[in-house]
């Protein structure tokens, strides 16, 4: 059976189940649930037809692995391995998300410093514990150079991969904040690519080391709305969350990785 779910001048979207597809349903409930999902589908084609990104970079491969290029880094970006891994343009947005989780005396959690334009704002917002893992050696040096500038904060530089460092942490965070790159091409096809976004993978430890009145955020990617399998993988670790549009965002034609004036920004809470 061939269940056409949406034509329009654009395109047509049509689906084909196996015999044996969603067979648990009687046919009037899976009829709603295609004709529902492949509506869904169709209208995000047409919005994405719709928009008018910037101009902006292909991305080049990357080769090798991230931390162990040495980075670039100047008033505008931060460069490793030919991969721009932040621009000054994501100022807005990460003050933004530096809002959903710092406050006066917050414990925060950063993974990846990058340019520290995420940590200066949660410092200023009031935070007095702020712990950041980076893998990167240089970056690390910078991080702590920092840090030494801010003597009344408790300032904690991890080195190494959160995904072997944070297994060492204990102790729960009020806020988290995951702004980090792929840390090879495999990993960016893998997670950022094929997940719903690149912090997907993260989700689990930011559940587990989330204290139960914190906020979890991250960079996720969308431009105007969180998709469904977006949603759902929240969900499975949070029981709640928010979303806001940081609007006003200008990625110049050399980013490769941002082409959109908007970004939705999360607050993840309420750790299941």
Not at 56 to 80: C, F, K, N, W, Y
Not at 103 to 125: H, N, T
Not at 191 to 218: I, Q, W
């Amino acid at each position: 059976m061939t269940m056409s779910g949406a034509q329009c001048d654009l395109f047509n979207v049509s689906f084909e189940p196996s015999k044996g597809f969603l067979t648990q349903y009687t046919e009037d409930q899976k009829f709603w649930i295609i004709q529902r999902a492949i509506s869904d589908f169709a209208e995000h084609l047409v919005v994405l037809h719709g928009q008018n990104p910037a101009a902006h970079s292909q991305r080049a491969p990357l080769v090798g692995a991230l931390h162990d290029a040495s980075p670039s880094l100047d008033d505008t970006e931060l460069l490793i391995a030919q991969q721009e891994v932040m621009q000054s343009w994501e100022t807005p947005l990460m003050h933004h998300m530096a809002r959903k989780i710092a406050g006066p005396g917050a414990s925060v959690l950063e993974i990846g410093f990058g340019m520290g334009i995420s940590a200066a704002e949660m410092l200023r917002l009031g935070a007095t514990s702020y712990t950041v893992v980076e893998a990167n050696p240089e970056v690390v040096d910078r991080a702590r150079a920092w840090g030494a500038n801010y003597p009344d904060v408790c300032v904690t530089v991890i080195e190494g991969r959160w995904q072997d460092q944070c297994a060492l942490l204990v102790d729960p965070f009020d806020g988290i904040f995951f702004d980090t790159y792929p840390e090879s091409e495999k990993d960016w096809y893998d997670n950022a690519l094929r997940k719903s976004c690149y912090a997907e993978n993260f989700f689990d430890t930011a559940r587990r080391l989330l204290h139960p009145e914190g906020t979890f955020t991250y960079y996720t990617g969308e431009t105007d709305h969180l998709g469904r399998r977006h949603q759902r993988k929240l969900f499975e670790h949070f029981s709640r969350f928010d979303t806001e549009i940081c609007d006003g965002l200008n990625p110049p034609e050399s980013c490769s990785y941002w082409w959109d004036t908007t970004m939705v920004v999360v607050g993840a809470q309420a750790p299941r």
